[in-house]
C-alpha cells in the first residue's frame, strides 16, 4: 500500500481532473446504447460483496467484479456466470491503484458496450487493532484514503459513465460505526462517518443529472470473519440486538439493491440501517444463559 499521509493530493503520475464536456466521450469509443443493466461492486469475491453481486445477477443484471486480486475477482465473475447464466466480468480495482488506472477499468467496461447503471462502493479498509495512542498516521491514513478517497475517485468515475445514460445510483456500504463507536477502530469510524458526508454532498451535486447517491448501514453481519470469531466479534455486544439476530449477506444486499434499482427512483441521499434494531438501544439486553 503506498504512502498516502504525506500529499493525498498525488495519486499518480497525472491526477486528471474531469470535464463535464463531450472531451470524455472522445477517447475511440462509440456511444453506447445497451439496454442492459449493469453494476459495478467493489470488494465483490467474498461475503457480503459476492452476496451483493448475487442479488443483482438475480434481477438480470450484468455484474462487473472488483478486487485487489484480479485471479479472485475472475473466479467470482465464473461463478456468478455459472450460477445465473449473466454475463459477468472481474477487473482488478486496489486501493494501490492511481486515478488513471481506475480511469482505465471504467473506459474497458464502456468498451465492452456498457454504461454503468449502479456502483457499490463495499470494498473497506477495516482498520482493526487501531489503538488511538499507538496507531501510526501512516496506518491511519490508509484508512481514510482507501475509504474516502478511493472511494471518491471510483464514484466520480462512475458518475461520468452514468451522465452519459442520463441516470444511475451510487451506493455506498457504509456502517453503523458512523454514529456508534467501537474500541481501537478510530480510523475506521472516522472514515465512515466521513464517507457519509461525502454520500450526501455527492447527492446533492449529482441530482442535476439524474444519478442518485445512497448508503446502507449494517451492523454485525455474519460473513467469514464472524464464523471464525476474528477478533473475538462473537462476543461483542453488537450481536445482541433487539430482533435477536445480526445480519446476513441477503439483508444487506436486499438493501443495496433496493437503493441500486428504479425501486428507490425518488430517494437519494438516504441512509438505510441494517443492523437488527441496535442502534436504538441505549445497551443491548444480554439473555440469561439456559
Known sequence: ??????????????????????????????????????????????????????????????????????????????KITEKYGVYS??????????????????????????????L????????????????SVEEFSDVIYTNMIWNFIIARLAALHMMEKGKGSIVFVNSNTAYRCIPDRIAYSASKGGALSMMRAMAFDLGKYNIRVNAVLPGMIKTDRWENNYNDCRAALSNYTPLGDIATFEDIANAVYYFGSDESRNTTG??????????????PIIPDEK
Open 1 to 78: 500500500m503506498p504512502d498516502h499521509s504525506r500529499d493525498v493530493n498525488k495519486l499518480c503520475a497525472v491526477s486528471i481532473v474531469p470535464t463535464l464536456s463531450d472531451q470524455y466521450f472522445l477517447k475511440g469509443f462509440k456511444k453506447v446504447n445497451n439496454m442492459k443493466k449493469s453494476v459495478f461492486i467493489t470488494g465483490a469475491v467474498v461475503n457480503t460483496g459476492f452476496g451483493i453481486a448475487e442479488r443483482f445477477a438475480k434481477e438480470g443484471y450484468t455484474v462487473f467484479i472488483g478486487s485487489r486480486d484480479q485471479g479472485r475477482a475472475d473466479k467470482a465473475a465464473e
Open 270 to 283: 438516504a441512509e438505510m440501517v441494517v443492523d437488527g434494531g441496535n442502534m436504538i438501544q441505549l445497551y
Open 89 to 118: 466480468k472481474g477487473y482488478r480495482a486496489d486501493p494501490a491503484m492511481c486515478e488513471e488506472e481506475l480511469r482505465i477499468v471504467f473506459d474497458e467496461i464502456k468498451a465492452e458496450g456498457y454504461l454503468l447503471d449502479c
Open 120 to 135: 457499490v462502493l463495499n470494498a473497506a479498509n477495516l482498520g482493526i487493532k487501531q489503538e488511538f495512542l499507538t496507531v
